[in-house]
């Protein structure tokens, strides 16, 4: 198993710049997640998904976009980018569905928008 | 809203020697996490605690869950290089299908 993957590791944007960031799990999880950490703020969730075609939205999910059309893949969408969106953006996936589980991470995005 | 609160920020512990980081929630306590994350890379799950008064283990690394107190505490016996990075817990919110977390310990290692 390839576990929890993420696309691209690094990218740089321009301010008003859209992205996709991409996000892969093959455990067959029910519960995926979007995460950004910033120093000394730990994580923070961006959004969430329960299953195919449910999503929510977290704590911080202005600016961002998701979609979750199969259990595999949960593409994190950056609509206008923005400086105050350069961070480090984690996917999460657990076998729960409330996510009330252990969370297996990918190795993170790191975005800078200038 | 519920917050954790990581003391300390940082460590610096010489090679060898015991330390405890503690995760501390403004909240019940019902499921807490610890992770650990070396820069540059994920977190990767080392414990799970449920219950008040759990204990658990895995190599030097002992986990403590003390429900009255709603604090967790995470304890390195022996520390090695090996143990150098951030520890972060993470907890069941009272919000459905949401964890919240805490800052984050570094810690460094010296030779």
């Known amino acids: 198993n390839a576990g929890v993957t993420q696309t691209p590791k690094f990218q740089v944007l321009k301010t008003g710049q859209s992205m996709t960031l991409q996000c892969a799990q093959d455990?067959?999880?029910?519960?995926m997640s979007w995460y950004r950490q910033d120093p000394g703020m730990g994580l923070r969730l961006i959004h969430y998904?329960?299953?195919?075609?449910?999503?929510d939205q977290g704590e911080v999910p202005n600016g961002y976009n998701v979609s979750r059309s199969t259990t595999e893949d949960f593409p994190l969408r950056l609509l206008s980018a923005a400086p105050s969106q350069t961070s480090v953006y984690f996917c999460?996936?657990?076998?729960?569905?409330?996510?009330?589980?252990?969370?297996?991470f990918g190795p993170g995005t790191r975005l800078t928008v200038l | 809203s519920q917050e954790l609160e990581q003391s300390p920020q940082s460590l610096i512990v010489q090679e060898g020697k015991n330390l405890t980081i503690n995760c501390t929630s403004s909240?019940?306590?019902?499921?807490l996490y610890w992770y650990k994350q070396k820069y540059g890379e994920g977190l990767i799950f080392l414990m799970m605690?449920?219950?008040g008064g759990e204990e658990k283990s895995h190599e030097k690394i002992t986990a403590k869950l003390d429900e009255k107190k709603q604090q967790s505490s995470l304890h390195i016996t022996a520390s090695q290089p090996s143990h150098a990075g951030i520890y972060l817990c993470?907890?069941?919110?009272?919000?459905?299908?949401?964890?919240?977390w805490g800052a984050g310990t570094k810690l460094i290692i010296k030779p």
């Open positions: 993470g907890a069941e919110s009272d919000s459905n299908y949401q964890l919240i």
């Open positions: 605690l449920q219950k």
């Open positions: 909240k019940t306590l019902y499921g």
């Open positions: 998904s329960v299953g195919a075609g449910i999503t």
């Open positions: 455990m067959n999880h029910e519960y």
């Open positions: 999460a996936s657990s076998y729960d569905a409330g996510g009330r589980d252990t969370q297996y």
